[in-house]
């Protein structure tokens, strides 16, 4: 498990130094930090895996990066480059770009470590990430050119319906099935968790012979009618089918990086899903999430203080100006209430409460 990150001379932080856990968050204000955290990991990531010698700032993952000087610290020198380490059980772990043509749409790769954490290097379901930029209601999906013990569901959900048609029958790990469901497959609980998260739903997946073409429809159980495309299930459903595919699916020790899982959510929904995802941390996954929703974090707060999650797996980041750390104890309270942290209501209803009070 990664337990700590240090970017340097990294975007917008000349040096950043952040403690990780099986599960943890990033939050805070817009343009603050947190996505960055998430590009350099991908950026880890694509450095480890590629034998080009250069690292890609366009096109894998989604990435859209621009240029080298886009990446750099704007203090810093372009022939310093900039630095990603990781720690993992106890050894740090460090990779160095070169960042010298700031024009460049790669960046050359000065060092990286020989034994990087496994997530990082699996070519397999042991790293998995899910942009904010998933796909919405799609009538056809494409399907996956990989192995099914490879395959995951794409960085923007893409391949979610060829990895539900092929491991269906797949048995869920017991850490991260849901409570009401007894059959162990993968359908099965994927339809329980979407049951709890979004709507009670049947889900089928389909991959037809001889293309590369899948395709998913819903109905509702119990209701005798046609199966629906998803066009006409609204974008909840789609935008959280990956997410609970891929925490499903992700192999313990892995690293599952999830942005935004709160979109197209109802409240609700939106804790139910950080009830989930702190379910996945516990099983043996660790997961890292983006996310602008105190639903999410509370969801989060409540799978502690419900003993599903142990408090000192899990700890919040906020960002703003500097960057603070929050835990939990074992009641789900958090440790800091920094000043703009998921405080907006109070300020609404403060302002309603004082204009009501001179009429």
Request: proline share 7%.
């Amino acid at each position: 498990m990664i337990s700590r990150m240090r970017l340097q001379r990294f975007k917008r932080f000349i040096d950043l130094s952040l403690g990780l856990r099986p599960l943890t968050v990033l939050t805070g204000t817009n343009g603050s930090g947190k996505t960055s955290v998430v590009h350099a990991l991908l950026l880890s990531r694509q450095g480890t895996t590629t034998t080009s010698g250069v690292v890609r700032l366009n096109g894998p993952y989604g990435l859209q990066l621009g240029e080298a000087a886009d990446v750099l610290h704007q203090d810093a020198e372009p022939a310093e480059g900039f630095v990603v380490e990781v720690e993992d059980e106890g050894i740090a772990h460090r990779w160095h770009f070169e960042t010298s043509d700031d024009r460049s749409l790669v960046c050359k790769i000065l060092a990286r470590p020989d034994r990087p954490p496994a997530p990082l290097l699996a070519r397999d379901r042991r790293f998995a990430y899910l942009s904010a930029d998933r796909l919405g209601p799609q009538d056809a999906l494409p399907a996956a050119s990989w192995p099914p013990d490879s395959m995951g569901v794409g960085s923007r959900g893409e391949h979610v319906a060829h990895l539900l048609a092929v491991l269906d029958r797949r048995k869920v790990p017991k850490g991260r099935r849901h409570p009401d469901v007894e059959p162990a497959s993968l359908q099965h609980h994927v339809e329980g968790w979407m049951r709890t998260v979004a709507r009670p739903l049947e889900i089928r997946a389909e991959w037809f012979p001889g293309s590369t073409v899948t395709r998913l429809q819903y109905k509702s159980p119990g209701v005798r009618h046609e199966w629906v495309r998803p066009p006409n299930m609204g974008f909840g459903v789609s935008t959280v089918l990956p997410i609970l595919v891929a925490g499903l699916l992700a192999e313990t020790g892995g690293l599952l990086i999830i942005e935004n899982p709160e979109i197209h959510l109802h409240p609700a929904g939106q804790s139910a899903i950080g009830v989930f995802l702190a379910q996945v941390a516990a099983d043996g996954v660790q997961v890292l999430v983006e996310t602008h929703s105190d639903h999410v974090i509370n969801g989060m707060r409540r799978a502690v203080a419900e003993r599903r999650l142990p408090a000192d797996e899990a700890v919040v980041h906020y960002f703003d100006k500097a960057v603070t750390e929050i835990t939990m104890n074992e009641r789900g309270k958090l440790s800091a209430w920094p000043v703009g942290f998921f405080d907006q209501i109070d300020r609404d209803l403060g302002a309603i409460a004082r204009r009501q009070r001179r009429r």
